[in-house]
């Protein structure tokens, strides 16, 4: 069974995490948004890619959920000392993945290059690739202007009112190397409980998974290609980050209702929380298949075991 994850930063990897637990290297490809990168003094910085790659190799910040454990601050406080813009940190660790990326970049090398690199330097097994070589940029339209992900994310703390997102370079973007490929052999794709506006749409925006070519492939028996995807709104509330706020402010009640509603005629089959559970049937009213469990994943078991009643649920047997 092969099996291709779509993800973004914290809620992504955590599952990716889970799934790489369960499936060998060959049979988990994860594909990873990068509308969130942008330069900050002079580096190249892939939060997502950074966030799933650490998560994996058992290097991420569990408090956090971004940057790396046991970290210290000294290369950017000294920077803010000396009138650094101060409003995006960076651990002295995590520097030495952007310094070093951001060489390679400059010298010619390709995000899926050096990634795939850093992955083995790291230990990471499971192939994770960007979503495409070529530069999108996530900007959101607030009711103060158009935002640069990270400005709006970080520098103002998500508060501007959002009013709809552009993926910059996405039209002409490619995908990696190998996600084509990988999603044309998979099985089943799982979309992971990631924020649907900004961390899956840029991703499908690149990689259309509706395209003829990637669904083609049959499925292990036979129906097709089965595209799953779990809610990261449990009880009407995200785990963490904006996700809700921006269904509230886009006018659609947030809940995993109004996600399966995101994705509909894209997804086959949809996963949602317990507590969730009087919204099953409506889910299904969406011309879904539905599996109702817990999917807060607090713990590393937690992970797991989200994965494996995903994986069960869309008929790998662990
Ligand atoms: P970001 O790029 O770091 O914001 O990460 P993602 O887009 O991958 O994840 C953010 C989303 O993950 C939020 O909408 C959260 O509600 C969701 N999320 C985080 N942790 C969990 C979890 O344990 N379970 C579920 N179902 N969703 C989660
Ligand atoms: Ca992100």
């Known amino acids: 069974?092969?099996?291709?994850?779509?993800?973004?930063?914290?809620?992504?990897?955590?599952?990716?995490?889970?799934?790489?637990?369960?499936?060998?290297?060959?049979?988990?490809?994860?594909?990873?948004?990068?509308?969130?990168?942008?330069?900050?003094?002079?580096?190249?910085?892939?939060?997502?890619?950074?966030?799933?790659?650490?998560?994996?190799?058992?290097?991420?910040?569990?408090?956090?959920?971004w940057g790396r454990v046991n970290e210290t601050w000294n290369v950017i406080q000294n920077a803010f000392r000396l009138g650094g813009p101060g409003w995006f940190n960076l651990g002295d660790q995590d520097l030495g993945t952007h310094l070093e990326r951001t060489r390679r970049l400059r010298e010619g090398q390709t995000l899926s290059q050096i990634t795939k690199d850093f992955c083995r330097a790291w230990g990471v097994e499971h192939t994770v690739l960007p979503m495409s070589d070529q530069p999108v940029r996530t900007?959101?339209?607030?009711?103060?202007?158009?935002?640069?992900?990270?400005?709006?994310?970080?520098?103002?703390?998500?508060?501007?009112?959002?009013?709809?997102?552009?993926?910059?370079?996405?039209?002409?973007a490619e995908p990696a190397p190998g996600a084509r490929e990988a999603l044309q052999s998979a099985d089943a794709v799982i979309i992971c409980p990631s924020n649907p506006w900004v961390s899956i749409d840029p991703i499908l925006k690149v990689i259309p998974l509706d395209h003829p070519l990637l669904l083609s492939g049959e499925g292990r028996k036979g129906e097709g290609k089965s595209v799953t995807a779990i809610s990261p709104i449990i009880g009407g509330q995200t785990v963490k980050g904006p996700a809700a706020k921006?269904?509230?402010?886009?006018?659609?009640?947030?809940?995993?209702?109004?996600?399966?509603?995101?994705?509909?005629?894209?997804?086959?089959?949809?996963?949602?929380?317990?507590?969730?559970?009087?919204?099953?049937?409506?889910?299904?009213?969406?011309?879904?298949?539905?599996?109702?469990?817990?999917?807060?994943?607090?713990?590393?078991?937690?992970?797991?075991?989200?994965?494996?009643?995903?994986?069960?649920?869309?008929?790998?047997?662990?």
């Open 1 to 65: 069974m092969k099996i291709v994850a779509l993800a973004g930063g914290v809620g992504g990897a955590k599952l990716v995490h889970g799934l790489a637990q369960i499936l060998s290297p060959e049979e988990l490809t994860v594909i990873v948004n990068t509308g969130d990168d942008f330069e900050h003094y002079g580096l190249y910085i892939c939060p997502d890619m950074d966030t799933v790659c650490y998560t994996l190799a058992g290097l991420a910040n569990p408090e956090t959920g």
């Open 139 to 172: 900007i959101v339209e607030t009711d103060d202007g158009e935002l640069a992900f990270q400005e709006y994310f970080v520098h103002r703390r998500c508060e501007p009112r959002v009013k709809g997102f552009r993926f910059e370079g996405a039209e002409i």
């Open 246 to 318: 921006m269904f509230n402010e886009l006018g659609i009640e947030p809940s995993a209702l109004a996600v399966a509603n995101h994705y509909r005629g894209l997804t086959s089959g949809f996963v949602l929380d317990r507590v969730d559970s009087q919204l099953e049937e409506r889910v299904r009213g969406l011309n879904m298949r539905t599996l109702v469990t817990n999917t807060l994943m607090k713990s590393h078991d937690d992970r797991k075991q989200l994965a494996r009643d995903v994986l069960n649920f869309i008929g790998v047997d662990v």
